[in-house]
T-cell receptor, first 118, second 114 residues
């Protein structure tokens, strides 16, 4: 069965520090998709990125970067030069192709609460 | 586009009461789903729909009913609320229902059952 583990429940950093959020996943499928969502204090879930299992290229978007490594089943998220506005809960999620007949089900990790102090 | 909207934002129920959480999307998305969020557990799928008239159970369906009479709306019904249903409920939608489709979430409904 699929599983997503975010071992870091809470991280606290000082503004301008770099921070990496870890995500480890388990799946039997060879085709799958990985996602990161951000949940700011206001409570909504904001989509950040989607990655498919055939594309191991790292991705950079501004201060955000993602490192996908199939060999270690990890999809880590790094924030460079963190800012107070980055304070949020971040969720990693997995969608398997095996679930195609059962809908677009996302399996979420437990989330990492990031606190960026000024 | 308003995206995915949910009402109400907050609700307090007594054990045994019933209520309906509303969800609507204006993006003509085929797929809609309901998740609940509990501390330390991420989000778990309750029910989903791959189109009007079609619904199915997710990971934690007990105590909840859904229907999908239109593409736009996907209400979640609690027939007899229990304290274990205290949670934050999120509705989501995506254009299609394959694993490639990104789901977009509503703002959530915080439900407390006393």
């Amino acid at each position: 069965a699929q599983k997503v583990t975010q071992a870091q429940t809470e991280i606290s950093v000082v503004e301008k520090e770099d921070v990496t959020l870890d995500c480890v996943y388990e799946t039997r499928d060879t085709t799958y998709y990985l996602f990161w969502y951000k949940q700011p204090p206001s409570g909504e879930l904001v989509f950040l990125i989607r990655r498919n299992s055939f594309d191991e290229q790292n991705e950079i978007s501004g201060r955000y970067s993602w490192n996908f490594q199939k060999s270690t089943s990890s999809f880590n998220f790094t924030i460079t030069a963190s800012q107070v506005v980055d304070s949020a809960v971040y969720f990693c999620a997995l969608s398997e192709d095996l679930n195609n007949n059962a809908g677009n089900m996302l399996t979420f990790g437990g989330g990492t609460r990031l606190m960026v102090k000024p | 586009n308003a995206g995915v909207t949910q009402t109400p934002k907050f609700q307090v129920l007594k054990t045994g009461q019933s209520m309906t959480l509303q969800c609507a999307q204006d993006m003509n998305h085929e797929y809609m789903s309901w998740y609940r969020q509990d501390p330390g557990m991420g989000l778990r799928l309750i029910h989903y729909s791959v189109g009007a008239g079609i619904t199915d159970q997710g990971e934690v369906p007990n105590g909840y009913n859904v229907s999908r009479s239109t593409t736009e709306d996907f209400p979640l019904r609690l027939l007899s609320a229990a304290p274990s249903q205290t949670s934050v409920y999120f509705c989501a939608s995506s254009y299609g229902y394959s694993s490639t489709d990104t789901q977009y979430f509503g703002p959530g409904t915080r439900l407390t059952v006393l």
